[in-house]
């Protein structure tokens, strides 16, 4: 090989020209066909300090054998040479392998030569004689293009065992949702042909309802990710199942927008499950699925047989009623007796009247003797809902009661014995009551023995979907309708919505969209104007704001070694400000801090 001086200039591009094949050609492998000693060993000996393996042949024959036992990512070969010659030996390889990287090297740059090579697909043609920065310079690019294509070979392989491997079914469609791709659980779970391919996503609906069309559709249309919560879907020659889609948009170079990809689950065997454990789920019609509601079915597992008082506190509209009843009727002595007094609804003397009963005369109107709700509720439970808006007077004596379990009836001096279990509820805050001196100090802790706190709606969100549910089949049935389901909107809709009247403003919400709702689906129309007034830009700023508002608290909390008196003043508010905002955005410590 021919040498050349090389000047401080050359130098300097040499040196470039090494570290970027070095980047490049480690794991590659060469063979190296060539007739001339010389130039074998010095192209040899150059190559063998960048790439894995440099296997040298001395014609087309050697060669093209050593290339059927070898695996080589380039083949480098002069085309005169004894035995077979480089356009036969090319040709022969290339029957082997059409994409095998061939790079000539000659000193004959006839056209006839450059035709034959042309013809077979050879990558590149370089002229002798060579020099070092000329050669490493060509194989710099065809190394890059060698490596680049492996990592993609890599990362689609990968990509499709784990497009395999997912249990979920994976479609992905384009703009005119023509099917791209689909994974072996889409053929198993949908129904879709092993050619479905290539084909409209429509022309495999067979009976389907429609919903995953719809979806898809939306997506295609907003370029957003659409989710929709259990359905049931009923397509032809499938069994029965709940499934839950979500839908994601899918762009390529220069952000282009070419199609979407939706991912079918099959919740079937888990809503099956759900049902199974219904008295766990589902107590009393307490509805959820939360972490929140999680700790509440806990406390109603631990204390269902457990002969206590029972306080439970919380909102109005969180389900302190259910959470009494689901106490009660949770108990293995569930068929005892439930009585339910409103303590706001009565005036204080007919409150007295009605929790422990009077004698004939006791009063005027006393026209006969009458049993008292605790009287009733003897060997079962009472539930005092409102138990904050009690007089002084009858906190006394609901004191005794609770203290002793016994009374006397008005205008009645016998004491009479009872063995009840007391559940009370209020959505006030007794312990400032009780600082203000509006509550007695030890009837509340006699109450809150064991005590409750109803977890909002807002603080429970993902639960929406799950009650939305209930209340669309509960008022089907009373309404006489055929109602299938709330619109992705509206469920966006009621994930940011504040809830101040919490489930029961809920089920108001839905009952009014049914009577408003003239089709099968409801949607943000037939929602009362509170919700038509909310859009979609302020529930992302606001999705945003609470992604941005929980950063901004944990980063402030991390920088400050989780000291919250710290952090407060960084974030300029107050330390009980930052205690509520890191209950509202669930933020806890981690324990390896």
């Not at 049902?275 to 204390?303: P, T």
Request: charged share 30%; net charge neutral; hydrophobic share 40%.
């Amino acid at each position: 090989m021919a040498t050349v001086e090389i000047s401080e200039e050359n130098n300097l591009k040499m040196d470039t020209i090494i570290k970027d094949l070095a980047k490049y050609a480690k794991d590659i492998r060469v063979l190296l066909v060539e007739d001339d000693n010389d130039v074998r060993l010095e192209i040899a000996d150059l190559l063998s300090g960048f790439f894995e393996t440099v296997d040298t042949a001395i014609n087309g024959q050697d060669g093209l054998d050593k290339y059927k036992h070898g695996n080589y990512d380039i083949v480098f070969s002069d085309i005169k040479m004894p035995v077979m010659d480089g356009i036969e030996m090319v040709n022969k390889i290339k029957e082997i392998d059409r994409e095998q990287v061939i790079i000539i090297i000659s000193a004959h740059d006839s056209s006839d030569y450059l035709m034959a090579f042309i013809n077979t697909g050879v990558d590149k043609f370089i002229l002798k004689p060579l020099d070092d920065q000329k050669l490493l310079s060509h194989l710099i690019q065809v190394s890059k293009t060698i490596t680049n294509e492996r990592k993609l070979i890599h990362y689609r392989s990968n990509l499709e065992a784990i497009f395999k491997s997912i249990k979920d079914a994976i479609i992905t469609v384009d703009k005119d949702l023509v099917i791209l791709e689909l994974n072996k659980a889409a053929e198993e779970k949908c129904g879709f042909p092993v050619d479905a391919k290539g084909k409209r996503y429509e022309s495999f609906l067979n009976g389907c309802c429609g919903k995953c069309l719809d979806v898809l559709t939306e997506t295609i249309n907003t370029r957003l990710p659409v989710e929709t919560s259990r359905f049931e879907c009923n397509k032809q020659g499938q069994p029965k199942r709940v499934i839950s889609v979500i839908t994601y948009p899918l762009f390529g170079y220069q952000e282009k927008f070419y199609g979407c990809v939706m991912v079918v689950r099959d919740e079937t065997k888990l809503v099956n499950l759900e049902n199974d454990l219904n008295e766990r789920r589902q107590l009393q019609n307490l509805i959820g699925k939360s972490e929140e509601m999680q700790r509440v079915y806990a406390f109603i597992d631990a204390l269902a047989d457990v002969q206590t008082t029972v306080l439970i506190t919380g909102e109005n509209g969180t389900g302190k009623e259910l959470v009494a009843e689901a106490l009660h009727y949770h108990r293995k002595s569930s068929k005892t007796p439930f009585v339910m007094v409103n303590c706001a609804a009565l005036p204080d003397n007919v409150l007295e009247s009605e929790l422990f009963g009077h004698v004939k005369g006791a009063f005027t109107g006393a026209v006969s003797d009458r049993i008292g709700r605790f009287q009733k509720a003897d060997t079962g439970t009472i539930f005092l809902d409102e138990i904050g808006d009690i007089s002084n007077t009858m906190q006394l004596r609901l004191l005794r009661v609770l203290e002793e379990q016994e009374f006397e009836r008005l205008g009645d001096s016998t004491t009479i014995k009872v063995d009840i279990r007391i559940i009370a509820a209020t959505n006030q805050n007794l312990r400032k009551k009780v600082k203000q001196g509006k509550f007695r100090e030890d009837l509340f802790h006699r109450l809150k023995v064991a005590e409750l706190t109803m977890p909002p709606l807002r603080k429970r969100s993902e639960d929406i979907p799950i009650l939305v549910d209930y209340f669309i089949k509960k008022f089907n049935k009373k309404l006489n309708k055929s109602i299938k389901f709330a619109s992705t909107e509206v469920l966006k809709v009621f994930k940011y919505y504040k809830w101040p009247g919490n489930v029961r403003e809920l089920q108001h919400t839905l009952e009014f969209a049914f009577v408003m709702c003239k089709k099968d689906v409801i949607t943000i129309d037939n929602l009362p104007l509170d919700f038509q007034n909310l859009n979609f830009d302020n529930i992302k700023s606001l999705e945003r704001k609470k992604r941005h508002d929980r950063q901004s608290i944990l980063r402030a909390l991390e920088e400050n070694k989780w000291n919250k008196a710290k952090a407060a003043r960084i974030l300029g508010m107050s330390r009980t400000n930052i205690y509520l905002k890191m209950e509202e955005y669930n933020i806890i410590k981690s324990r390896k801090l």
